[in-house]
């Protein structure tokens, strides 16, 4: 009998770690049906997939505990039923009393900002990656699991340029010895432990420091699954399913203008010019590719206390017809930015350690539909990632139909 | 060397078939780029459709001349550059000019009440498709025509119930032998003609009188292409891109509300609450077939008539994510009903053409892509369509590809 | 010193009556400050007003406990902080125990569907009312309260066609002792009785029985302040807003589009397309009477049921500026229908009980500010309302300075 | 008899100017009514203002004349219908080719980047005045005109920080005469000279440099009416027609975030930061003058060549009601800026004209109406700011009408 999965997540105390585990309790008491997850859907019947029931969780954060949030955390019942987070309530917060501090080295000024329960500087790179590995050990021995999942839910850091070092292994593993710190933010310190520990590592977040090149080779010949990078759950979603309208039709896309209002702790973040950056980037590249040329397009971020976890986008797409004419078509979307987010990390864990039992290593590029910018797939229009999607789960299901005869 | 296609358009006067008719003309003139064509793009590339250059343009229309309109139709420059109207000006009036009355018979109030030119009544069903079919085949001899395609553009007639003469070729001759008008709409006797004829025919309008299972099977008896119906240029694509995202993604659609404004003569008619009928019938399948269960789901129509022809559509969608949480998807859509269906009407032509050609009969269900309620076609995913085009293109090209070799 | 005034509640169960009765009650634990009443604000600062504290709650409706609702109301805190609902439910549920049945008396289908615990058929039109004055001297009474305001929260009923006895109070009188029923309707019979009881009397629902001409006159010789109708909450509150815009800058309004969406009771008896014509009739006035020209409008109004109390209205606003050119404004106004109306309501009994003891009788104009339709006021533009409110708080206000001299 | 009244705008190439000649040809031609004009309607009837048919344009542009653009203008009949652009197009060229070369004085890059017929440099500011003094004299006598008007219609400029001699007049005229360049902006020496030469000035843009303390106080000095700042034409006159709503209901605004994207010359200057500064200040005072208190604000403008003159503003603002209920009203405005700027231009042209024949002095309170900032008035709700212009004119009506009697 299958055992135990770990699902150890970095920014626990954040408001998608949050729904994440108010959400797999529920569903565990069956108080909820699985809207939302696509690994709920037929197209996973009959795949081996590790139930819901069997998640452990875990993590860190650079937060501690405040007296208006016992457990430090992001978590205020939101728009979910307050007997739903009644009842889930004592089993959420003694997880989150087991979330222990994080690292933030060279994160930037707005995270450092919120830093409460780093670890003690001091030590070298060398000594946090081996702390990070420890704890993930400890994680996976005290709990009994059979393995462990690690994802990346800390707020967004500042764009890293690359080098050498983030293209090769073997410059990384030289750069982690010569302490340069530098060249890494956090993110890349807990990849690298997750991947020497053989825990498969999914990267939500736009932070480019987070899962590149070195890494993802790294992963490879550890024989780890890796897939990132940033959660689609809102204003993009929404774009890789309307661009390529345009495109079908031979409709040009003059100027395509996205503005984006919201109110939580990713929002506060954001508000930093540098955090910001990361985020517009990862939004931009996806209409140049599903268009196949890039129209006039900005994407505003405005940090709105108000919101709360309400995200809001008004997107303005004005477009060219026949004979030139000028036409226009424009969205108005209103979502809770981690009840969207909460059913892809729990789908993502599922199909990350499935991969991780079937032997796969590098990169997940089946699981393009659940990110912004899907790491070494070129495919960007939605429909066609969710059919990568299901050409996987049919793939899997052929594989693994018992042969039957004389 | 091919030789001239020529294009009937029914409801000649209308502002798709001027719009139709000025596009092919600025085409000719290399005075617009063929945005919004969709065998104009590199899908086609290679593919031996009939060129732009080699359609001429001919019709009948309900209504006459009139001091106002001089060629008796609704073209007015509307968002097309003035520069263009102008200069395509002349030869579109003398097409305007060439233009006969119509048939009326059985079409409903609205529709009779736009009636000016219509033929003399006296005759019996078998007299008026007899005029009509003289009417193609003179069309055909004085302008040295290889093939004609007849495409319906007229009014949106009041919903037909079916019966057995609706069903089977037989039957249908018995019922017209019997001169049963009450059981036809003036669109069945336009695409009964044009079968007998030889001629493929393309129901761009909402009528189901237009093209039932009596009229498919004749035209596969007859080796004649057909397809329909409603071509599909505003809220309805918009739709067809957007439900297959809550699909994909398994987010429970809870509501969609849409509300249509448009101000054209498409929109007076609708005012007709039967003929709105017609609209709506169409309009509501695409949900239910993409999502696989019916939300709660209203389309209004209403005719405003300072809009003209600028069609807006404002639609609400209320969907449950994880959680239980309900948020929402607003879009409003602000488009040329004409600009947006003239390129699909000269696409249908070129390719029914090319069905013909091919030795192809009955319906193309490569055409669902253009239609919100394509014949014979389970598939309602904009997406998924559009790889039916594809295939279709692919196959085509595969066949036509010349052997080379030893 | 002064004592308790009463408030009647005719439609007591339903949405409004228990979020004014929870805000009331919340108002007086101050868990909340007094946001939405602008009896609130310094407009009203030294005016002798009745407390809050000072109010007491009672009424009747035509709908009985069931078990889902174990008070049978609509009450389920909705938008409201479930801190506060749970705080004050227990005063709640008990001033909701002790509403009593009420009367249906020709309302039509949809809201007798309704009823469930209506007065036993059998007596006149006489024994109705005077059951209902007997209600209202007993809550009086009983509570000790020295005045009792009766307010209108019922169902939209069907519209009536007025006749003489609509006009004067003799001819009122003479078809109530002929007991014609479908002269009447239910919310008349409360408007009388609360009239000939002394109680002021506002309606707050579209429906045009509940307070005609004939009534109005009674009450100016009852010396009873009464006033309506039809609660200004939403898209009507900003189409009063917005049309002054245009009107002063001399912008023409082509056309203005209003299209309603809501789920909870009214609008699941809006559905109706007889209680639905009530409601339209009202929204139709402001504009007209802003411009002082009638532009192309409608308003459409669908139940959407998953939209609960939060309506959602989109408005498209089409109009003609300098040179001809056509330009518009949209609007999406997303508010909780019952949130929005509660504050008034109590702004209303505050300035009615107000009006009753300095001797005012009949309309009320200076409440114009807060109704769709102000009877006996022409005065469609919400500025221009809220300072006829402006003058009257300052009239007040002098009227009640002490004078001071030699 | 009357005589003329000379209209000398600068920014004269710019599609306000071209709109503002464009219409006042139009009007006088009785091709279209006078809609968007404020002093066309019942309120100035019988006021003796001056007729658009006495109205003499001229002015300057730093601009040339271009082969794109014969005269150099931005005019491109954009919303205007062909016929119009048709027949007045000769008028308007010539017009056009009467506008000689103008200042950008310490302007800032964006502006001097624009800039082809500027004079030449090397005289000193007391030069630059005396050549637009010399200017306005020269159009004044040639033109035979009566009066003239100057209106600021150039584009925007970078903000300047107000010291001593933007306070008082002797210290400007000190600054002035040592030439101290850095003080001032082009703006300045328009104003300054049109007050001296006895022109009412009226400032359209959001450019302080163009109408400070010091020029208000020597324009009462001089006897001249003055009047500013930026003109109200979108998504603020919407803002001040919409926040009364908010105020006088007692809802609290918790955040109110706007969202302009423009295409036109206009918005290709407010893409550079600094020029940005001055509108955005402009825009943000209205919330908290009509409010009371600041809510959560921001105001983006992007420049999205595709839309030309087509501004499109969404406004998201965010409120709380009774109970503490969050809601929302989303507003999308579509307008043309030239279109809506222009009758004001014409309406100012008038009552300055007027002002001055009366004798008025300084700032003119009454047309706060017309401007986001209105210099003076602490008033910034429109319709509060209609009434004082109503009541300007009643005062005038009365002031005016002949006593009659024995």
Redesign the interface.
């Known amino acids: 009998m299958r055992g135990k999965t770990g699902v150890y997540l970095i920014g626990a105390l954040g408001s998608i770690a949050t729904?994440v585990v108010?959400?797999a309790l529920?569903l565990r008491e069956r108080m909820?049906p699985?809207?939302?997850?696509?690994t709920?859907?037929d197209v996973f019947e009959g795949a081996d997939l590790v139930r819901i029931e069997d998640l452990e969780f875990g993590g860190c954060d650079i937060r501690c505990a405040t007296d208006e949030h016992p457990a430090g955390s992001d978590f205020d019942?939101g728009?979910?039923?307050?007997r739903?987070a009644e009842a889930v309530g004592p089993e959420l917060r003694a997880i989150l009393k087991g979330i222990h501090g994080g690292t933030a080295t060279n994160c930037g000024e707005a995270i450092a900002g919120l830093a409460g329960c780093t670890r003690q500087d001091g030590g070298t790179l060398r000594d946090e990656i081996e702390e990070i590995r420890e704890r993930l050990r400890r994680f996976r021995r005290l709990s009994r699991l059979d393995e462990v999942v690690v994802v990346n839910l800390a707020s967004t850091e500042p764009p890293l340029e690359f080098e050498v070092c983030h293209e090769f292994p073997a410059a990384l593993e030289a750069c982690l010895d010569a302490n340069r710190a530098e060249k890494i933010r956090a993110s890349t310190l807990y990849a690298y432990a997750a991947i020497r520990e053989g825990c498969p590592y999914v990267n939500f977040t736009p932070s480019n420091a987070a899962l590149f090149p070195a890494l993802v080779r790294l992963a490879e010949q550890c024989g780890v699954p890796v897939m990132g990078s940033d959660g689609k759950t809102g204003e993009t979603?929404?774009k890789s399913?309307?661009a390529?309208?345009f495109a079908?039709?031979?409709?040009?896309v003059?100027?395509w203008?996205g503005?984006n209002?919201l109110g939580n702790m990713d929002g506060r973040v954001l508000n930093h010019p540098q955090n910001k950056e990361s985020k517009i980037r990862s939004k931009d590249r996806v209409l140049a590719k599903i268009l196949g040329y890039a129209p006039?397009s900005?994407t505003?971020i405005?940090y709105?206390?108000?919101?709360d976890d309400q995200k809001?986008a008004?997107d303005?797409i004005?477009f060219?017809?026949?004979?030139?004419?000028?036409?226009?078509?424009?969205?108005?979307?209103?979502?809770?930015d981690s009840?969207?987010a909460?059913?892809l990390v729990l789908d993502m864990v599922r199909l990350a350690e499935f991969a991780l039992r079937r032997g796969e290593a590098g990169l997940m590029p089946h699981l393009a539909?659940f990110f912004k910018t899907p790491m070494g797939v070129e495919e960007y229009?939605?429909?066609?990632q969710?059919r990568m999607l299901l050409d996987y789960a049919n793939g899997v299901r052929t594989a693994l139909r018992p042969v039957t005869g004389p």
């Open positions: 729904t108010t959400g529920a909820i699985p809207i939302g997850m696509v709920a859907t019942a728009p979910i039923d307050p739903i979603l929404v399913a309307l390529p309208m079908c039709r031979n409709l040009e003059l100027s203008e503005f209002i006039h900005r505003g405005d709105v206390p108000s919101l809001t008004w303005f004005h060219r017809g026949f004979l030139g004419a000028k036409m226009s078509l424009q969205f108005t979307w209103q979502g809770y009840i969207l909460a059913p539909l229009s939605l429909e066609a969710y």
